[in-house]
DNA sequence: CGATTTTTTGAATCATATCAACGTACGTGG
DNA sequence: CCACGTACGTTGATATGATTCAAAAAATCG
Protein backbone atom coordinates (compact mmCIF):
# COMPACT_ATOMS: atom_id res chain seq x y z
CA UNK A 1 0.00 0.00 0.00
CA UNK A 2 2.80 2.74 0.68
CA UNK A 3 4.94 1.73 -1.90
CA UNK A 4 3.98 4.28 -4.70
CA UNK A 5 4.58 7.01 -1.82
CA UNK A 6 8.02 5.38 -1.43
CA UNK A 7 8.92 5.00 -4.84
CA UNK A 8 7.64 8.90 -5.21
CA UNK A 9 10.05 9.70 -2.28
CA UNK A 10 13.05 8.45 -3.56
CA UNK A 11 11.88 9.66 -7.68
CA UNK A 12 11.60 13.47 -6.05
CA UNK A 13 14.61 13.10 -3.82
CA UNK A 14 16.77 11.17 -6.13
CA UNK A 15 18.00 9.18 -2.83
CA UNK A 16 16.88 5.70 -1.67
CA UNK A 17 15.26 5.39 1.53
CA UNK A 18 16.42 3.01 4.68
CA UNK A 19 14.49 0.37 6.11
CA UNK A 20 14.08 2.69 8.76
CA UNK A 21 12.73 5.52 7.32
CA UNK A 22 10.36 3.33 5.09
CA UNK A 23 9.16 2.17 8.31
CA UNK A 24 9.21 5.59 9.90
CA UNK A 25 6.91 6.79 7.13
CA UNK A 26 4.89 4.16 7.07
CA UNK A 27 3.93 4.57 10.75
CA UNK A 28 3.06 7.84 10.04
CA UNK A 29 0.81 7.64 6.96
CA UNK A 30 -2.63 5.97 7.52
CA UNK A 31 -4.39 4.14 4.46
CA UNK A 32 -7.48 5.52 3.53
CA UNK A 33 -10.45 4.43 1.33
CA UNK A 34 -12.99 6.89 -0.30
CA UNK A 35 -14.97 5.82 -3.01
CA UNK A 36 -16.58 8.00 -5.87
CA UNK A 37 -18.50 11.56 -4.73
CA UNK A 38 -17.00 11.04 -1.04
CA UNK A 39 -15.43 14.38 0.65
CA UNK A 40 -11.77 14.52 1.85
CA UNK A 41 -12.71 18.00 2.80
CA UNK A 42 -16.01 19.37 3.31
CA UNK A 43 -16.27 23.44 3.06
CA UNK A 44 -15.95 25.00 6.89
CA UNK A 45 -14.13 22.12 7.85
CA UNK A 46 -10.39 22.85 8.95
CA UNK A 47 -8.18 20.78 6.55
CA UNK A 48 -6.06 18.73 9.08
CA UNK A 49 -4.89 16.21 7.01
CA UNK A 50 -2.62 15.91 4.09
CA UNK A 51 -2.98 12.80 1.40
CA UNK A 52 -1.16 11.25 -1.00
CA UNK A 53 -3.04 9.57 -3.60
CA UNK A 54 -2.55 6.31 -4.29
CA UNK A 55 -4.92 5.67 -6.89
CA UNK A 56 -7.95 7.53 -7.72
CA UNK A 57 -9.00 11.43 -8.66
CA UNK A 58 -10.55 14.39 -7.00
CA UNK A 59 -11.37 17.81 -7.69
CA UNK A 60 -10.88 20.43 -4.81
CA UNK A 61 -13.71 23.58 -6.01
CA UNK A 62 -15.65 26.37 -4.17
CA UNK A 63 -19.37 27.14 -5.05
CA UNK A 64 -19.80 30.56 -5.13
CA UNK A 65 -23.11 32.60 -4.47
CA UNK A 66 -25.01 31.58 -7.62
CA UNK A 67 -24.53 28.15 -6.62
CA UNK A 68 -21.80 27.61 -9.29
CA UNK A 69 -18.95 24.92 -8.51
CA UNK A 70 -15.31 26.18 -9.89
CA UNK A 71 -12.40 24.18 -9.45
CA UNK A 72 -9.67 24.68 -8.28
CA UNK A 73 -7.54 21.85 -9.42
CA UNK A 74 -7.51 18.28 -9.61
CA UNK A 75 -5.73 15.01 -8.43
CA UNK A 76 -4.75 12.30 -9.99
CA UNK A 77 -1.99 9.34 -8.69
CA UNK A 78 0.68 10.82 -6.88
CA UNK A 79 -0.33 13.89 -6.49
CA UNK A 80 -1.02 15.68 -3.13
CA UNK A 81 -4.11 16.46 -1.46
CA UNK A 82 -5.34 19.50 0.80
CA UNK A 83 -6.27 23.18 0.91
CA UNK A 84 -3.35 25.08 1.87
CA UNK A 85 -4.97 27.99 3.31
CA UNK A 86 -6.69 26.03 5.40
CA UNK A 87 -3.77 23.93 6.49
CA UNK A 88 -1.62 26.29 7.19
CA UNK A 89 -3.44 28.97 8.87
CA UNK A 90 -5.78 26.22 10.39
CA UNK A 91 -9.08 28.34 9.31
CA UNK A 92 -12.52 27.03 8.15
CA UNK A 93 -11.74 25.85 4.51
CA UNK A 94 -13.65 27.72 1.31
CA UNK A 95 -13.49 24.71 -0.38
CA UNK A 96 -14.86 21.17 -0.96
CA UNK A 97 -12.44 18.29 -2.12
CA UNK A 98 -14.11 15.51 -3.71
CA UNK A 99 -13.22 12.17 -5.08
CA UNK A 100 -14.21 11.33 -8.68
CA UNK A 101 -13.04 7.71 -9.08
CA UNK A 102 -12.84 5.21 -5.45
CA UNK A 103 -9.31 6.19 -4.54
CA UNK A 104 -6.92 5.06 -2.01
CA UNK A 105 -5.75 7.31 0.14
CA UNK A 106 -2.26 7.71 2.45
CA UNK A 107 -3.00 10.75 4.69
CA UNK A 108 -0.52 12.58 7.42
CA UNK A 109 -2.08 15.20 9.83
CA UNK A 110 -0.52 18.48 9.94
CA UNK A 111 1.86 17.48 13.01
CA UNK A 112 3.20 14.24 12.12
CA UNK A 113 3.98 16.05 8.85
CA UNK A 114 6.28 18.82 10.28
CA UNK A 115 7.66 16.12 12.65
CA UNK A 116 8.07 13.61 9.30
CA UNK A 117 10.16 16.84 7.39
CA UNK A 118 12.17 17.07 10.78
CA UNK A 119 13.07 13.26 11.18
CA UNK A 120 13.42 12.38 7.86
CA UNK A 121 16.25 13.96 5.22
CA UNK A 122 14.62 12.86 2.23
CA UNK A 123 11.07 13.53 3.00
CA UNK A 124 12.00 17.00 3.33
CA UNK A 125 13.37 17.00 0.28
CA UNK A 126 10.59 15.55 -1.15
CA UNK A 127 8.39 17.92 0.01
CA UNK A 128 10.55 21.00 -1.05
CA UNK A 129 10.29 19.34 -5.01
CA UNK A 130 6.61 19.68 -4.75
CA UNK A 131 6.68 23.31 -3.46
CA UNK A 132 8.72 24.08 -6.23
CA UNK A 133 6.99 22.19 -8.83
CA UNK A 134 3.82 23.88 -7.33
CA UNK A 135 4.84 27.11 -7.41
CA UNK A 136 5.74 26.54 -11.24
CA UNK A 137 2.10 25.21 -12.53
CA UNK A 138 0.24 28.17 -9.95
CA UNK A 139 2.27 30.58 -11.84
CA UNK A 140 1.71 29.36 -15.29
CA UNK A 141 -1.76 28.55 -14.08
CA UNK A 142 -1.97 32.42 -13.41
CA UNK A 143 -0.53 33.53 -16.60
CA UNK A 144 -2.84 31.81 -18.59
CA UNK A 145 -6.16 33.04 -16.61
CA UNK A 146 -4.65 36.45 -16.75
CA UNK A 147 -3.63 36.77 -20.23
CA UNK A 148 -5.35 34.07 -22.59
CA UNK A 149 -8.66 33.70 -24.12
CA UNK A 150 -10.72 30.25 -23.53
CA UNK A 151 -9.83 28.70 -26.91
CA UNK A 152 -5.24 29.61 -25.64
CA UNK A 153 -6.20 28.10 -22.09
CA UNK A 154 -8.02 25.37 -23.46
CA UNK A 155 -5.26 24.19 -25.65
CA UNK A 156 -2.69 25.16 -23.25
CA UNK A 157 -4.14 22.56 -20.98
CA UNK A 158 -4.99 19.59 -23.74
CA UNK A 159 -1.04 20.09 -24.05
CA UNK A 160 0.38 20.38 -20.30
CA UNK A 161 -2.27 17.67 -18.87
CA UNK A 162 -3.98 15.86 -21.72
CA UNK A 163 -4.65 12.83 -19.06
CA UNK A 164 -7.17 15.35 -17.37
CA UNK A 165 -9.47 14.60 -20.75
CA UNK A 166 -9.51 10.88 -20.31
CA UNK A 167 -9.91 11.17 -16.93
CA UNK A 168 -12.53 13.89 -16.54
CA UNK A 169 -15.86 15.00 -18.02
CA UNK A 170 -16.01 17.65 -20.17
CA UNK A 171 -18.05 20.39 -17.97
CA UNK A 172 -15.21 19.50 -15.04
CA UNK A 173 -12.40 20.80 -17.62
CA UNK A 174 -14.50 23.71 -18.43
CA UNK A 175 -15.07 24.51 -14.77
CA UNK A 176 -11.32 24.07 -14.07
CA UNK A 177 -10.76 26.70 -17.02
CA UNK A 178 -12.69 29.04 -15.80
CA UNK A 179 -15.63 28.58 -18.82
CA UNK A 180 -19.22 27.79 -18.87
CA UNK A 181 -19.79 24.35 -20.30
CA UNK A 182 -21.54 25.45 -23.55
CA UNK A 183 -18.59 27.98 -24.22
CA UNK A 184 -16.25 25.01 -24.06
CA UNK A 185 -18.64 22.86 -25.98
CA UNK A 186 -18.35 25.32 -28.90
CA UNK A 187 -14.59 25.72 -28.54
CA UNK A 188 -14.21 22.27 -29.22
CA UNK A 189 -16.77 22.30 -32.04
CA UNK A 190 -14.87 25.46 -33.51
CA UNK A 191 -11.13 23.41 -33.10
CA UNK A 192 -13.03 20.34 -34.96
CA UNK A 193 -13.37 22.53 -37.91
CA UNK A 194 -9.38 23.68 -38.29
CA UNK B 1 22.00 47.03 4.14
CA UNK B 2 21.44 43.28 5.08
CA UNK B 3 19.41 44.20 8.70
CA UNK B 4 16.38 43.93 6.95
CA UNK B 5 17.04 40.26 5.76
CA UNK B 6 17.86 39.55 8.94
CA UNK B 7 14.55 40.68 10.51
CA UNK B 8 12.63 38.74 7.97
CA UNK B 9 14.55 35.35 9.07
CA UNK B 10 13.81 35.89 12.51
CA UNK B 11 10.18 36.82 12.17
CA UNK B 12 9.40 33.79 9.60
CA UNK B 13 11.28 31.25 11.85
CA UNK B 14 10.46 32.64 15.13
CA UNK B 15 14.34 32.14 16.12
CA UNK B 16 17.01 33.81 17.14
CA UNK B 17 20.17 34.10 14.44
CA UNK B 18 23.12 33.56 15.66
CA UNK B 19 26.31 35.81 14.87
CA UNK B 20 27.77 32.80 12.79
CA UNK B 21 24.82 32.56 10.93
CA UNK B 22 24.52 36.11 9.90
CA UNK B 23 28.19 36.21 8.51
CA UNK B 24 27.40 33.59 6.89
CA UNK B 25 23.84 34.65 5.51
CA UNK B 26 26.05 37.99 4.71
CA UNK B 27 28.40 35.98 2.79
CA UNK B 28 25.94 34.41 0.42
CA UNK B 29 23.83 37.39 -0.47
CA UNK B 30 25.24 41.09 -2.49
CA UNK B 31 23.60 43.94 -2.22
CA UNK B 32 22.39 45.36 -5.73
CA UNK B 33 21.34 48.52 -6.95
CA UNK B 34 18.50 49.07 -9.54
CA UNK B 35 16.98 52.23 -10.66
CA UNK B 36 13.50 51.94 -11.86
CA UNK B 37 12.90 51.40 -15.12
CA UNK B 38 16.05 48.95 -15.17
CA UNK B 39 15.73 44.86 -15.22
CA UNK B 40 16.19 42.09 -12.86
CA UNK B 41 15.50 39.62 -15.69
CA UNK B 42 14.86 39.92 -18.81
CA UNK B 43 12.55 37.71 -21.17
CA UNK B 44 14.82 34.49 -22.89
CA UNK B 45 17.49 35.29 -20.02
CA UNK B 46 17.75 32.12 -17.40
CA UNK B 47 17.12 33.33 -14.11
CA UNK B 48 20.55 32.41 -11.88
CA UNK B 49 19.65 34.83 -9.06
CA UNK B 50 16.74 34.51 -6.56
CA UNK B 51 16.60 38.64 -4.97
CA UNK B 52 15.56 40.21 -1.88
CA UNK B 53 13.76 43.42 -1.75
CA UNK B 54 15.11 45.48 0.63
CA UNK B 55 13.56 48.93 -0.06
CA UNK B 56 11.56 49.53 -3.50
CA UNK B 57 9.48 47.23 -5.81
CA UNK B 58 8.96 45.88 -9.06
CA UNK B 59 6.88 44.05 -11.26
CA UNK B 60 7.20 40.54 -13.47
CA UNK B 61 5.31 40.13 -16.75
CA UNK B 62 5.02 38.88 -20.23
CA UNK B 63 4.12 40.40 -23.15
CA UNK B 64 2.10 38.79 -25.83
CA UNK B 65 1.77 38.16 -29.80
CA UNK B 66 -0.45 41.55 -29.48
CA UNK B 67 2.42 43.63 -27.77
CA UNK B 68 0.56 43.30 -24.57
CA UNK B 69 2.25 43.32 -20.99
CA UNK B 70 0.69 41.07 -18.46
CA UNK B 71 1.79 41.57 -14.95
CA UNK B 72 1.85 38.13 -12.99
CA UNK B 73 2.43 39.53 -10.03
CA UNK B 74 4.17 42.76 -7.95
CA UNK B 75 7.68 42.63 -5.24
CA UNK B 76 7.45 45.13 -2.53
CA UNK B 77 9.72 45.36 0.65
CA UNK B 78 10.40 42.07 1.89
CA UNK B 79 8.98 40.12 -0.61
CA UNK B 80 11.17 37.98 -3.39
CA UNK B 81 11.99 38.42 -6.74
CA UNK B 82 12.57 35.27 -9.52
CA UNK B 83 10.70 33.27 -12.39
CA UNK B 84 9.95 30.06 -10.10
CA UNK B 85 9.66 28.07 -13.81
CA UNK B 86 13.04 29.47 -15.15
CA UNK B 87 14.82 29.33 -11.55
CA UNK B 88 14.32 25.49 -11.33
CA UNK B 89 14.52 24.53 -14.74
CA UNK B 90 17.29 26.49 -15.97
CA UNK B 91 15.32 27.32 -19.03
CA UNK B 92 14.65 30.42 -20.40
CA UNK B 93 12.34 32.82 -18.95
CA UNK B 94 8.98 34.22 -20.34
CA UNK B 95 8.69 36.93 -18.16
CA UNK B 96 10.72 40.49 -17.33
CA UNK B 97 11.07 41.63 -14.34
CA UNK B 98 11.24 45.28 -14.46
CA UNK B 99 11.86 47.62 -11.14
CA UNK B 100 9.63 50.08 -10.42
CA UNK B 101 11.41 52.36 -8.07
CA UNK B 102 14.86 52.95 -7.10
CA UNK B 103 15.55 50.00 -5.32
CA UNK B 104 17.67 48.21 -3.22
CA UNK B 105 18.47 44.27 -3.58
CA UNK B 106 19.90 41.01 -2.15
CA UNK B 107 20.61 38.69 -4.68
CA UNK B 108 21.63 34.79 -4.00
CA UNK B 109 22.55 32.73 -7.03
CA UNK B 110 20.53 29.53 -7.45
CA UNK B 111 23.70 27.47 -6.05
CA UNK B 112 24.69 29.50 -3.10
CA UNK B 113 20.48 29.41 -2.32
CA UNK B 114 20.75 25.32 -1.83
CA UNK B 115 23.68 25.65 0.22
CA UNK B 116 22.80 28.06 2.67
CA UNK B 117 19.53 26.01 2.93
CA UNK B 118 21.16 23.22 4.26
CA UNK B 119 23.54 24.74 6.24
CA UNK B 120 21.65 27.29 7.76
CA UNK B 121 18.27 25.88 10.01
CA UNK B 122 16.74 29.22 10.05
CA UNK B 123 17.33 29.84 6.52
CA UNK B 124 15.59 26.77 5.27
CA UNK B 125 13.04 27.45 7.83
CA UNK B 126 12.29 30.59 6.50
CA UNK B 127 12.39 29.86 2.95
CA UNK B 128 9.90 27.07 4.26
CA UNK B 129 7.12 29.57 5.98
CA UNK B 130 7.60 31.73 2.35
CA UNK B 131 6.77 28.65 0.53
CA UNK B 132 3.87 28.19 2.40
CA UNK B 133 2.59 31.55 2.24
CA UNK B 134 3.40 31.70 -1.23
CA UNK B 135 1.05 28.43 -2.25
CA UNK B 136 -1.60 30.35 -0.46
CA UNK B 137 -1.75 33.38 -1.99
CA UNK B 138 -1.33 31.89 -5.16
CA UNK B 139 -4.38 29.84 -4.71
CA UNK B 140 -6.14 32.64 -4.30
CA UNK B 141 -5.38 34.29 -6.86
CA UNK B 142 -6.11 31.37 -9.25
CA UNK B 143 -9.56 30.73 -7.61
CA UNK B 144 -10.76 35.00 -8.13
CA UNK B 145 -8.84 34.50 -11.61
CA UNK B 146 -11.27 31.83 -12.95
CA UNK B 147 -14.42 32.62 -10.66
CA UNK B 148 -14.68 36.26 -9.95
CA UNK B 149 -15.29 39.30 -12.24
CA UNK B 150 -13.46 41.93 -12.65
CA UNK B 151 -15.13 44.03 -10.25
CA UNK B 152 -14.98 41.71 -7.54
CA UNK B 153 -11.17 40.51 -8.37
CA UNK B 154 -10.84 44.65 -7.58
CA UNK B 155 -12.24 44.56 -4.57
CA UNK B 156 -10.04 41.46 -3.16
CA UNK B 157 -7.16 43.61 -4.34
CA UNK B 158 -8.66 46.68 -2.65
CA UNK B 159 -9.24 44.86 0.53
CA UNK B 160 -5.79 42.33 0.10
CA UNK B 161 -3.19 44.44 -0.79
CA UNK B 162 -4.34 48.03 -0.25
CA UNK B 163 -0.47 48.74 -0.61
CA UNK B 164 -0.52 48.31 -4.16
CA UNK B 165 -3.12 51.44 -5.17
CA UNK B 166 -0.45 53.65 -3.27
CA UNK B 167 2.54 52.33 -4.80
CA UNK B 168 1.83 50.77 -8.50
CA UNK B 169 -0.41 53.38 -11.53
CA UNK B 170 -3.74 52.16 -11.96
CA UNK B 171 -2.94 50.26 -15.76
CA UNK B 172 -0.76 48.01 -14.02
CA UNK B 173 -3.02 46.83 -11.38
CA UNK B 174 -5.48 46.44 -13.96
CA UNK B 175 -2.76 44.15 -16.18
CA UNK B 176 -2.11 42.32 -12.52
CA UNK B 177 -5.97 41.78 -12.85
CA UNK B 178 -6.03 40.58 -16.10
CA UNK B 179 -8.54 44.03 -16.97
CA UNK B 180 -7.86 46.59 -20.30
CA UNK B 181 -7.27 49.95 -18.24
CA UNK B 182 -10.01 51.12 -19.68
CA UNK B 183 -12.52 48.31 -17.98
CA UNK B 184 -10.82 49.03 -14.84
CA UNK B 185 -11.51 52.93 -14.66
CA UNK B 186 -14.96 52.01 -15.28
CA UNK B 187 -15.09 49.79 -12.70
CA UNK B 188 -13.96 52.33 -10.03
CA UNK B 189 -16.19 55.01 -11.80
CA UNK B 190 -18.85 52.63 -10.74
CA UNK B 191 -17.95 52.03 -7.70
CA UNK B 192 -17.42 55.71 -6.41
CA UNK B 193 -21.61 55.91 -7.00
CA UNK B 194 -21.82 53.50 -4.45
C1' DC C 1 -34.14 -0.85 -20.22
C1' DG C 2 -35.38 3.57 -18.00
C1' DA C 3 -33.39 7.32 -15.43
C1' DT C 4 -30.01 10.51 -14.80
C1' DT C 5 -26.12 13.06 -16.27
C1' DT C 6 -23.51 15.18 -19.78
C1' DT C 7 -22.99 17.47 -24.06
C1' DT C 8 -24.67 20.10 -27.79
C1' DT C 9 -27.19 23.79 -30.09
C1' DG C 10 -29.71 28.23 -30.61
C1' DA C 11 -31.07 32.91 -29.24
C1' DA C 12 -30.75 36.72 -26.22
C1' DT C 13 -27.91 39.23 -23.07
C1' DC C 14 -23.95 40.77 -20.52
C1' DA C 15 -19.12 41.77 -19.48
C1' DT C 16 -15.09 43.19 -21.25
C1' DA C 17 -11.96 44.53 -25.09
C1' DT C 18 -10.88 47.60 -28.63
C1' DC C 19 -10.26 51.88 -30.98
C1' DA C 20 -10.23 56.68 -30.91
C1' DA C 21 -10.29 61.11 -28.78
C1' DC C 22 -9.42 64.14 -25.12
C1' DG C 23 -7.86 65.98 -20.68
C1' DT C 24 -4.58 65.82 -17.04
C1' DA C 25 -0.36 65.11 -14.54
C1' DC C 26 4.46 64.73 -14.50
C1' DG C 27 9.39 65.02 -15.10
C1' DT C 28 13.06 66.62 -17.78
C1' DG C 29 15.93 69.52 -20.58
C1' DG C 30 16.56 74.05 -21.81
C1' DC D 1 11.30 77.58 -13.37
C1' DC D 2 8.83 77.08 -17.42
C1' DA D 3 7.36 74.61 -21.53
C1' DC D 4 7.15 70.70 -23.90
C1' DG D 5 6.68 65.87 -24.56
C1' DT D 6 5.35 61.62 -22.79
C1' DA D 7 2.68 58.78 -19.90
C1' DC D 8 -1.63 58.11 -17.56
C1' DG D 9 -6.61 58.21 -16.89
C1' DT D 10 -11.23 58.98 -18.58
C1' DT D 11 -15.07 58.72 -21.75
C1' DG D 12 -17.87 57.24 -25.79
C1' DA D 13 -19.00 54.10 -29.57
C1' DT D 14 -18.59 49.70 -31.31
C1' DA D 15 -17.07 44.87 -31.53
C1' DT D 16 -16.26 40.45 -29.51
C1' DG D 17 -16.05 36.73 -26.40
C1' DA D 18 -18.47 34.45 -23.01
C1' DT D 19 -22.67 33.62 -20.13
C1' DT D 20 -27.35 32.50 -19.51
C1' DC D 21 -31.55 30.14 -20.32
C1' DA D 22 -34.04 26.71 -22.68
C1' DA D 23 -34.41 22.55 -25.04
C1' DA D 24 -32.99 18.55 -27.39
C1' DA D 25 -29.58 14.90 -28.32
C1' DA D 26 -26.15 11.74 -26.66
C1' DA D 27 -23.80 9.16 -23.26
C1' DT D 28 -23.59 6.77 -18.91
C1' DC D 29 -25.25 4.23 -14.91
C1' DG D 30 -27.77 1.12 -12.11
Given at each position: MHEPLFEYIEAKSELKLTDEERLLIKSKFQPKRLRKRQYFLQE?????YVAFIVKGSARMFSVDDKGHEHIIRFGLESWWLNDAESFISLTPSRYNIEMLEDSELLIISVADAYELRDKSRLFDLTIKAMDKQASMATQRRIHAAISMTGEERYDELVNTYPQFLQRFPQNMIASYLGLSPETLSRIRKNLMSK
Open positions: GDVSK
